[in-house]
């Protein structure tokens, strides 16, 4: 059973800094494009950071020079750094693993809440 599990959120003042973790296990994690979404009360979800196989990543902009995502295969751990936060990146962040190998696969977290007070 693929199991996703999301830790370090919380609550934070503007300007703070937060680490994600997700710890991915019954998957072939090195095999995973792993995402970090995040959807705030009343909005869509959207894809916040990605990390590739080889490791290359990509960030949507409202968070560019901010977030870092890194991975870590011999954890089967991801991670989702987040410095100068704002209260606009207040959301529920939600871990993503895209199987690469077989017939496509999606795989959810349960979601970490991040709160920035102003």
């Known amino acids: 059973q693929v199991q996703l599990v999301e830790s370090g959120g919380g609550l934070v003042q503007s300007g703070g800094s937060l680490r994600l973790s997700c710890s991915a296990s019954?998957?072939?994690?090195?095999?995973?494009?792993m995402n970090w979404y995040r959807q705030a009360p009343g909005k869509q979800r959207e894809l916040v950071a990605v990390?590739?196989?080889?490791?290359?990543?990509d960030y949507a902009d409202s968070v560019k020079g901010r977030f870092t995502i890194s991975r870590d295969n011999a954890k089967n751990t991801v991670y989702l750094q987040m410095n100068s936060l704002k209260p606009e990146d207040t959301a529920v962040y939600y871990c993503?693993?895209?199987?690469?190998?077989?017939?496509?696969?999606?795989?959810w977290g349960q979601g970490t809440q991040v709160t920035v007070s102003s």
């Open positions: 993503n693993a895209q199987l690469q190998i077989g017939p496509p696969r999606d795989y």
């Open positions: 990390i590739y196989r080889g490791g290359s990543t």
């Open positions: 019954g998957i072939s994690f090195g095999s995973c494009v």
